[in-house]
């Protein structure tokens, strides 16, 4: 029962947290969207409607209040991000020994701008990833993006790459505690490459291959730092008792033989 009141309480200050979140992202709605359309506006299809004129379209009465919403809570979840990761933190952290408690301290520091890193390249490759699938269209056809498709691409690929940036910490946190040897990341890292280029292709909203290559290319490179980090983490660790030489059927003894029995 205290795990759950705990837990009840940690929810409780996460969603206080980013309910402020949203209601500042509220506030501030026009200059944060001047920022999320910035990247559609780079292209030449955003001014096929009106000339000079980046244009984005609605066709629903509530379209325009669910765009404002939508956009708020992405606001609210960066901006609480700091608490809500906390909080995560602090009930996961009483299950860690001493070793993992200190473990989880920078690797909960790294979080944040890991995913910040991550949405800040999906950002910058958009205008690039936009023209290209805008660029399919016939030379007669005109762009009338919905504004609610778009914002939805935006949030999609903001995600994506910054949550994927975090993959390698995920990896080094589970060697640390045990669970994932460098023997078994490098045995298949090859796969594991090879891998990150299909999630990269099938994960993206568009699938063109700067994006592909804009997402899978980071990834790599952090897999091997991480697999550099659990090589020298496991050089200067002890070496474990090596037990292979002892048969299967042969019992051991749990403490020296101290003399006769009396």
Known sequence: MDHLRELRNRLLVSTIALVGGIIVGWIFFDPVWEFVKAPYCETAQAKMLRDNTCTLVFSGIFQSFFLTLKVSALVGVVASSPVWLYQIWAFVTPALYRNEKRYSVTFMALALPLFLVGAALAYIVMDTSLAILLGFAPSDAVAAVQIDEYVSYVLIMLVIFGVSFELPLLLVFLNIIGVLPRATVKKHRRTVIFGMFVFGAI??????????????????????????????????????????????????????????AR
């Open 203 to 260: 994960i993206t909203p568009g699938g063109d291959p700067i994006t592909m290559m804009a997402l899978a290319a980071p990834m790599i490179i952090l897999y091997f730092v991480a697999e550099g980090f659990m090589y020298l983490r496991e050089k200067r660790s002890p070496d474990a008792e090596d037990f292979s030489h002892l048969s299967d059927d042969e019992a051991s003894p749990l403490e020296e033989d101290s003399g006769p």
